[in-house]
Nanobody, 127 residues
Framework: QVQLVESGGGSVRSGGSLRLSCAAS????????KGWFRQAPGEEREGVAA???????TYGDSVKGRFTISQDNAKNTLYLQMDNLKPEDTAMYYC?????????????????????WGQGTQVTVSS
């Protein structure tokens, strides 16, 4: 059974940094994508960053240059380094993994690509 457990969320001031981690069990990273998403109250869940097993990455426009996604395949762990945080980054952050094939037309930041999700970790940024 696949389990994804996020950690590292918290409250920081604007301009601060946080590093999120997502530990996976019951799943060996395969040749697919892993991603970070976020959802603020009353908003749609949006893709933040995604990384392929080959190291290819993609980012949402609002976080480019500030967030960095990485992975440690030996530890089955996904990371999201968040720097220069802004109040608009406040949201619940979720990691997600794709363990089955999907349409190649689906963007890596599309929720439809992912079939397993963590429970989320809250990030709050104050001004």
């Amino acid at each position: 059974q696949v389990q994804l457990v996020e950690s590292g969320g918290g409250s920081v001031r604007s301009g601060g940094s946080l590093r999120l981690s997502c530990a996976a069990s019951g799943y060996t990273y395969s040749n697919h994508w892993k991603g970070w998403f976020r959802q603020a109250p009353g908003e749609e869940r949006e893709g933040v960053a995604a990384i392929h097993n080959d190291g290819n990455t993609t980012y949402g426009d609002s976080v480019k240059g500030r967030f960095t996604i990485s992975q440690d395949n030996a530890k089955n762990t996904l990371y999201l380094q968040m720097d220069n945080l802004k109040p608009e980054d406040t949201a619940m952050y979720y990691c997600a993994v794709q363990t089955m094939g999907t349409s190649p037309a689906l963007h890596p930041l599309s929720r439809l690509r992912y079939n397993y999700w963590g429970q989320g970790t809250q990030v709050t940024v104050s001004s």
